[in-house]
Structure formats: structure tokens, C-alpha cells
């Protein structure tokens, strides 16, 4: 039977495309590669998703897992022949259990809509990554997704409490439980952030959080960036954690406020959101320590967001910041890395100092109570060269966040973009370790093959070394 007629009999013709155009559409996702899958397939269920496995067995082609493609890492674009399973249909809340605060979820749900359907509960979901009213729950568990409200909240891994899995074989697995503390390896957490490579996610059991009886959201703006930064550490050194601490830079304050017309600092040379949450008087005990701090670091704009309706503002304004950038260029290249909070100040003037000797324009906002950095180039691809001086200003980036004790992602994942700079944080033992982790769950190497582990991670030589 041919590959179509296979899949057709799984999930119905409707529900398989191989029209050039649309193919076109899952060629790319928010990154900067593309790809062009044989065919995309839309499944419904859990069943569903297994026959296409065992379809993908039988022609021998590998399976690339796609949500709502927002990721920025080309973690979902099929590079070679490979049958692209895009999760965005099977969608439904499973099962909300306002008393012990957990939700069974299929992936496409998307990251919003979890949080109001839980809200009539005085729940959310704590992950909110900016893409949130475009991302999917799959999509999010597979990249272990931060956002905004992860400084205090933790990231996507803290709030999965189980995970089901479709592996290579067509096997259905469900790593970790409802129980508090399962006993047995916590095989849950090696899924998280796993970027598909394993299997596909087709059910996850999450955490719900409480929401806060009360919210301060504080903006200020400094005439050096790197005051700002250093007002980061000073914050979190004073034994406040804000529910968000946010940063963008000059050129990026700019955009927004054309953007969104919220009377932002454009003068500023660094924008810092701060927000506090919690008990009334505890958000107003560290809403003062913050701005005190905020006012010593040499704050030259402060003030509070009056009502919800501008707080709203301000939010709308940081989560759309990279839409707001299109209208600087058309290009623009996302990167994301994370250092210790303490080297931020020094770490951040040292990116700009890269940019300009590359001659990029380079904007910055990111999660800064994270230690995540987010230097963004606006740039016109098709100028001859251009996309190369980008890409070699974006990995020497890398590098310096990661001579500075840093990580090689800070929550977009590594996918096909960083794959081959993962030598720089793991060794020859540490890749193999985990090349051999994926072949547990993924013996064939079905599963978005060529994303996140060099091509030559696997060394059989080391025999079963464990990495110290
Ligand atoms: C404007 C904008 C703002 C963003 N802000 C943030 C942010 O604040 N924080 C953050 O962490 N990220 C952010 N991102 C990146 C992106 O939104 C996240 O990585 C998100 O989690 C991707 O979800 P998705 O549904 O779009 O997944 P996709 O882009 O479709 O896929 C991402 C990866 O997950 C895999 N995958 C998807 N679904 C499944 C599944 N069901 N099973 C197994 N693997 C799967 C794919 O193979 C791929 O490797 C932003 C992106 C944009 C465009």
C-alpha cells in the first residue's frame, strides 16, 4: 500500500495533507531552517497516533512531532523524508481536579486555554511562555517552556507531573504518575524537554497552581542597561523573588511602545517589569523592597501600573515584542541562551559589544530574573552575507554566555540550531550517555531524528560509561 493510502486508512483522507502548498505551511517553524515533510498527518487520539507510528515502521520513514510550530529552534520542520505529526487536533481537556490541583491534558491544547478553562477554579497553569496564546502543552512539555511568571513559579518540568508517550516502536508509556513521589527513576523528567526525540506526547497530567489573591506590576527604566541587570541581582539577593522580572533594552522599548502606545520609557536605555504576587500584604512589603532597590541602582523612570487595564497593557506589550519588531526589518533571528543572574550586567555588555563589531542591529528582551538573555538581529536576509555575519554573531554569543558558566538554552530548546554547538557544554560521555537514553525509547531512531544530539553523539567505543 503507498505511504498516503496507509495513513489514510488511520485517520481518513481528510486529515492527511500532501497538497504542495499547505505542505509549504509545515516547512517552517519560528525559527530559521526549513524543512519540507513527505506528508503531514493530523491525528484525533492516542490510537490514532500509534497506527501512524507503526505506518512510519512500515515504509521506514521517521516521525517528526509538530505542535503549534512556534518553537525557535527548527525543532519541527522535517529536514529529511519524514511524516510530520502535527498534534494540534487532539485538543481536549481530559479532566480538571480542582481538589488535588491537577489536569489531564492532550497536547494541543494550547497553553492559554488551559489557564481559563482552570480559572472559574481559581487555577492556572504556571508556564506562560510569551507564544502562550499560539503554544501547545505538547509543544511546551517537549521544549521544557519557561515564561514571564517562571522566576518564581519554575518552568515547564515542575508543573508535569506525568507524561504519556508514544515511543519509536509504537508502544504506549506513561512516565511518572498521580502519586506524589513514585518510586522508580523519574523518567518523567528525562520526557520534558526531550524536543520529540523520544516519542510523541499524547496526554500530559499537569500541576495547577493557585491564583494570586493580589498583583503589582512596577516599570521602570534606567539610563544604562546594565544598571538594570545589576538591579536584578540585587533584588533576588534580597530575598524577594518577584513573580516577573523582565527586561528589554533601548531599541526594543521602542518597537514595543510603536507598538502598543503604553507610554513607555523610550528614552531608556534598559526597561525593567517587575511584578509581585501573592497576600496582600506581603505584594506591598515587596513591592517597597523592590523599588527601593529599583530607586538605588539609579532608576531614571518608576511608577506603578495603576489598574489591571494597565498592567494588561504592559504585559501585551512584552509578549508581543517580537511581532513588534517586523516592522524594523524583515528578518529577524531569535537567540536564547541563559547566564548565572550575577554575570548578567557583565555578560550583556559584552553581547552588544559583539553585535556592533559585526555591524547587526541587536535588541534584547528577556525573562532577566531567569538569567535568560534573548539577543534578537534585525536583519534583511537577502542581502548577500548577511545571514552568515548573523549566524556567527548569534553562535559567538553562545559561547561567551557560555564561558561565563551559562547554558546553551535558556527555554527555546536546541533542536537543529544548536545541535552541533552541544559540544561546548557536554563531553564525548555525557552525549553518548544520553544518545543512549534516546535509543531506550527510540531503538530505530524514528523520532525528529537529527535534533538536539550531534549527529556522532553515539559512541560505542566508551562501551557503558557514566558520565561523572
Ligand atoms: C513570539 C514568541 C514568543 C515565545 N516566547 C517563549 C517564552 O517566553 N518561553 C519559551 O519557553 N518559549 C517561547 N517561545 C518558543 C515556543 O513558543 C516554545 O518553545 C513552545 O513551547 C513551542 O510550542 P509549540 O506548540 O509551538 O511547539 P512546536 O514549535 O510545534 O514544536 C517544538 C518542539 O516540540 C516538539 N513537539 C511538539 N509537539 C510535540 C508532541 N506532542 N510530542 C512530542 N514532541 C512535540 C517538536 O518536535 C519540536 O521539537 C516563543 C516563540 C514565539 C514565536
Known amino acids: 500500500m503507498s505511504l498516503v493510502a496507509d495513513l489514510e486508512t488511520v485517520v481518513g483522507p481528510e486529515r492527511v495533507i500532501t497538497e504542495p502548498l499547505r505542505l ?84 494541543g491544547v494550547v497553553n492559554v486555554d488551559l489557564s481559563r478553562a482552570t480559572r472559574p477554579y481559581g487555577l492556572h497553569f504556571a508556564p506562560d511562555p510569551a507564544s502562550q496564546t499560539a503554544s501547545t502543552i505538547g509543544g511546551n512539555v517537549a521544549t521544557g517552556a519557561g ?28 512516565l511518572g504518575s498521580e ?61 524577594v523573588v518577584p513573580a516577573a522580572l523582565e527586561m528589554m533594552d533601548h531599541l526594543m522599548t521602542v518597537a514595543v511602545e510603536n507598538f502598543i502606545h503604553a507610554d513607555l520609557p523610550t528614552e531608556a536605555d534598559g526597561v525593567l517589569i517587575a511584578e509581585v504576587a501573592g497576600h496582600p500584604a506581603a505584594v506591598d512589603a515587596d513591592l517597597d523592597v523592590v523599588r527601593r532597590i529599583i530607586e538605588a541602582n539609579g532608576a531614571t523612570h518608576l511608577r506603578v501600573a495603576a489598574d489591571e487595564r494597565e498592567r494588561a497593557t504592559l504585559w ?37 559589544e559583539i553585535a556592533r563589531r559585526h555591524g547587526l542591529a541587536m535588541m534584547n528582551i528577556f525573562h532577566a530574573g531567569d538569567g535568560n538573555l534573548h539577543p534578537l538581529v534585525a536583519f534583511d536576509a537577502s542581502e548577500p552575507g548577511r545571514l552568515d555575519t548573523v549566524k556567527q554573531a548569534v553562535d559567538e554569543i553562545v559561547e561567551r554566555c557560555v564561558a561565563a558558566d551559562g ?45 538536539v544530539l550531534p549527529l556522532d553523539a553515539r559512541k560505542p567505543e566508551l562501551g557503558s560509561k557514566v558520565p561523572s
Open 179 to 239: 502519586a506524589p513521589d513514585p518510586p522508580g527513576l523519574d523518567l518523567r523528567a528525562v520526557a520534558v524537554g526531550s524536543e520529540g526525540t523520544l516519542g510523541i506526547v499524547t496526554k500530559v497530567l499537569v500541576r495547577l497552581l493557585p491564583n494570586p489573591p493580589a498583583v503589582r506590576t512596577l516599570l521602570a527604566g534606567f539610563d544604562r542597561i546594565e544598571h538594570a541587570a545589576s538591579a536584578v541581582g540585587d533584588i533576588i539577593a534580597a530575598g
Open 24 to 107: 509549504h505551511l509545515y516547512g517552517k517553524d519560528a525559527g530559521l531552517l526549513r524543512g519540507n515533510p513527505t506528508v503531514v498527518v493530523l491525528p484525533e487520539s492516542t490510537d490514532e497516533i500509534v497506527g501512524i507510528m507503526h505506518v512510519a515502521r512500515r515504509h521506514d520513514l521517521p516521525v517528526v512531532p509538530r505542535g503549534a510550530g512556534t518553537g525557535l529552534a527548527s525543532g519541527a520542520i522535517a529536514t529529511e523524508p519524514a511524516i510530520m505529526v502535527a498534534a494540534t487536533r487532539i485538543r481536549r481537556i481530559l479532566d480538571i481536579d480542582p481538589v488535588g490541583r491537577t489536569a489531564w491534558v492532550e497536547p
Open 147 to 174: 515564561g514571564p511568571h517562571c522566576l518564581a513559579e519554575g518552568t515547564t518540568t515542575g508543573h508535569v507531573l506525568a507524561v504519556e508517550l508514544v515511543t519509536g516502536d509504537g508502544d504506549v508509556v506513561t
Open 316 to 352: 501585551k506589550g512584552r509578549k508581543s515584542a517580537f511581532g513588534a519588531i517586523t516592522q524594523m526589518a524583515p528578518d529577524y533571528y531569535l537567540q536564547d541562551t541563559a547566564v548565572p543572574r550575577t554575570r548578567l550586567a557583565e555578560v550583556v555588555a559584552d553581547v552588544y
Open 407 to 451: 547554558a546553551l538554552s535558556g527555554e527555546h530548546g536546541i533542536g537543529l540550531e544548536k545541535r552541533d554547538l552541544m559540544h561546548l557544554v557536554f563531553d564525548d560521555v555525557s552525549l553518548d550517555a544520553q544518545a543512549r537514553i534516546k535509543e531506550a525509547f527510540d531503538p530505530e531512531g524514528r523520532c525528529n531524528p537529527g535534533k
